[in-house]
C-alpha cells in the first residue's frame, strides 16, 4: 500500500520561504515519477513540479521556476519542495503525487499541507 504523507506547510509572510516534504513508503520507488500539485480556494488543482526518483530529472511549472526546487533523499524515500520569495498566490493546498513513470495519471496522492503566504 503506496501511502503520502506531506508535511512542513504553514504560515509565511511574502518573500519568505517553506520546504515542504513528502514521505513515501509502501514499495520501491525507483521507477517512479512524484510531483507537487497545489489547489488554491476556487481553482483547480495545478501541476508545480516533478522529479523520476531513478534519475533526478526535474520539470516545473512556469509559476514555479526559479522559485521552487523539487529534489529527493533516496535513503529517507523522502521528496522535498523548497519553496523561496514566495508569493500571495503560492498561497494553496499543496499535495504530493506518484506515478509509475510511463503511467498517464499520477495515481497516488497524499492528503496535502497548506501554506498560507500573507502579512
Known amino acids: 500500500q503506496v501511502q503520502l504523507v506531506e508535511s512542513g506547510g504553514g504560515l509565511v509572510q511574502p518573500g519568505g520561504s517553506l520546504r515542504l516534504s513528502c514521505a513515501a513508503s509502501?514499495?520501491?520507488?525507483?521507477?517512479?515519477?512524484m510531483a507537487w500539485f497545489r489547489q488554491a480556494p476556487g481553482k483547480e488543482r495545478e501541476f508545480v513540479a516533478r522529479?523520476?526518483?531513478?534519475?533526478?530529472?526535474?520539470l516545473y511549472a512556469d509559476s514555479a521556476k526559479g522559485r521552487f526546487t523539487i529534489s529527493r533523499d533516496n535513503a529517507k524515500n523522502t521528496v522535498y519542495l523548497q519553496m523561496n520569495s514566495l508569493k500571495p498566490e503560492d498561497t494553496a493546498v499543496y499535495c504530493c503525487?506518484?506515478?509509475?513513470?510511463?503511467?498517464?495519471?499520477?495515481?497516488?496522492w497524499g492528503q496535502g499541507t497548506q501554506v498560507t503566504v500573507s502579512s
Open positions: 522529479i523520476r526518483w531513478s534519475d533526478g530529472s526535474t
Open positions: 503525487a506518484a506515478k509509475v513513470v510511463v503511467a498517464p495519471n499520477y495515481n497516488y
Open positions: 509502501g514499495r520501491s520507488f525507483s521507477s517512479y515519477t
